[in-house]
């Protein structure tokens, strides 16, 4: 079944339309979740719409010349007067029923499902959730066809095949008939019961808090699979201590996401590609600032301390909200959004600008390496995001470099487009300008970082922002590397970013060589000129060490022919799969 609208957008920019959830009283809202990661391994950009930095690529593609296994998405021409903007006018008017029932709704069984399988009468359960198709069936740029594949049965994994980034619920909320019965429902989660956390189940950890020590660590019993990951607690007179427990790869301080309003506490981890949330309505209101630490081991944990407002004895740790004590694939989380304030804007260029955001008081986000967020704006109704990668505000050590670094400010790198769904929107954006951010997505292993010894960089145009952190990594502190390669392609001179940035980093770090390269020069431009071509990289990859003597990253981001020709080029030249990285731009 394919979702997606290709004349209303364009291919770099999602349109979601929802309503904005309000949890708690915080200033945040829910969404579907957005597949970015690649499970599969490498991911191989193939020429189609969508294209490949956009957010409506979920199947995964194969190179080209590996056969036919690219899965091929059939779209027809829709008539006048029945775009997605024109379905969403008539199902929002006033009155309208679209589910086929009345407008009642119901608990539906498998068997009642399978009834529902004609054109005129067509059913389908995404996500547990069942909905009445056949309104939508003329409004579909897949056609009717492409529909019915899904009618009378579950058509989640297909949804879920080709676009499962559309927001369903909001998409066919007025088609909403009811919920699938739990026992017809293939893996369904058990939620976690709403209980008061009451006493503590174990007793404090070994740790080292304020300079004093408590005795006893807790074993969890190893195990092998999938992660794993649970939470105790314990307290003192002035503050209360959660640990995680996991048994995963890896964690690292940037993977925890903190959430505090009101008497509310969450914390989402990231656990290979599983997520584990905490989520509490506490007991008594606790001091804003909450200390996080992260320690890797047999068993990886995660100690977080809340100051109490007062102290005292707590009879209870609080109430769980959902999704507490929940562990849920990366595919399966709904991304939460936070209403930021814009805090500074940047003009670099004619028309791109590095803009910083305020996470709202009480969240605390470190985004890892080669990670991205979405921006969310609402527009004439309805609610467009894009992915953004997020950047040092600087290649030199600043005030907005250790501002970065706390986890309260997001910085972003954005070309503006007179003609962009979103970012015709973003250049009119002021300070303490209200802007949704969302959780951190991304499949980029920071442990390549350190095994590397050195790394080729290929960006053209905004492609450059996930190279901006790996540049700033990899030329200070431990991660040095004895060559750092940037090439860099643009149209004109005046697109190149951060250009005096870069040059006077290459005055100051011998590892680092930045080469321009434009494909539309003026006479005056005295070095290379073209775009990304095998006899060009195979002259600039000559000066460096061998491939077989040496660990060498290769990253590549950009649009999706610049990444395609990049990835087959460097195929070619016998780079293999493991030593290429393909960023979203």
Known sequence: MVLYHQHIYSSSTRVLLQRAIIVGGSPLCITSKVNMNNPGGLQVPQAQFPALNS???LSPNVPAGKGDSTKSRRKIGLTPGHSLMDWVRMANQKGRVLNGISGNIVEISKEELAKHNLVEDAWTCIRGKVYNISPYMDFHPGGAEELMRAAGKDGTNLFNEFHQWVNIDSLLDKCFIGKLKMDSVPGSRVRASKKPVTAPLLKPPETQI???????SVQVPTHEGPPKARYDWYQKDDAV????????????????????YDQTFRAILYLDDHIYTVCL??????????QVRVRSGPVNRADFILKKTKPGHWTKLGVPKDHNDELQHVNERELIFRKCKVHEIMQINHNTKVITCELPEGTVMHVPTGYHVYLQMEVDGALINRPYTVITPSLQNSEHTKQAHSGRF???M???YSDGCLTRHIENLKTVSNIQISDFEGNFDESRLKKCTDMVLLAAGTGLTPMIRLISQTTAGNLQKSCIKLLFFNKTESDILWRS??????????????INILSDADNAWPWLRGRVTENLLRQQLADLKPAEFINRLICVCGPTPFTQAAFRILKNIGYSEDSIHLFTS
Do not use: W
């Open 55 to 57: 957010q409506q690529r």
């Open 210 to 216: 304020d300079g004093k020590i408590s005795a006893v």
């Open 241 to 260: 201590y959660i640990t995680v427990y996991a048994k995963c790869k890896n964690i690292a301080r940037e993977h925890v996401i903190i959430d505090h």
């Open 281 to 290: 309505d506490l007991s008594a209101e606790i001091q804003r600032d909450i």
């Open 410 to 412: 997001l910085n972003f």
């Open 414 to 416: 954005i070309k503006i």
């Open 501 to 514: 940035e870069m040059e006077q980093l290459e005055q100051q770090q011998k590892s680092f060589k930045l």
